[in-house]
């Protein structure tokens, strides 16, 4: 088993910066990618970013592009998104992933909430106007 708990939201206002932290713990640790995905009040859960564990390949959402940067630290088991620039629609609460069992073709599926075994609790993000 494998263990998400994600830390750094907040309530911020538009325009500030927030940083989301994810730590991992459990059975030995390899995944295939790690990520965020953010659910708002009435919407889907969408993708916003994911890396790729042993090349450090970054992904993001159309939406977040230019604004979000991810990292992680494989010494550490832990995956980090900086959120700049941020916007009122940013509101929701973001959950850490990891896929450890990757499908065939998995970098194509990064994006999709299926592609991954393990999810975090959630932590909330609030921007105010």
């Known amino acids: 088993q494998v263990q998400l708990v994600e830390s750094g939201g907040g309530l911020v206002q538009a325009g500030d910066s927030l940083t989301l932290s994810c730590a991992a713990s459990?059975?030995?640790?390899?995944?295939?990618?790690m990520g965020w995905f953010r659910q708002a009040p009435g919407k889907e859960r969408e993708f916003v970013s994911a890396i790729t564990w042993s090349s450090g390949n970054r992904y993001y959402a159309d939406s977040v592009k230019g604004r979000f940067i991810i990292s992680r630290d494989t010494a550490r088991n832990t995956v980090t998104l900086q959120l700049n620039s941020l916007k009122p629609e940013d509101t929701a609460v973001y959950y850490c992933?990891?896929?450890?069992?990757?499908?065939?073709?998995?970098?194509?599926?990064?994006?999709?909430?299926?592609?991954?075994?393990?999810w975090g609790q959630g932590t909330q993000v609030t921007v105010s106007s």
């Open positions: 459990g059975r030995t640790f390899g995944p295939f990618a």
């Open positions: 992933v990891a896929d450890t069992r990757p499908s065939y073709g998995a970098v194509m599926r990064l994006s999709v909430v299926g592609e991954y075994d393990y």
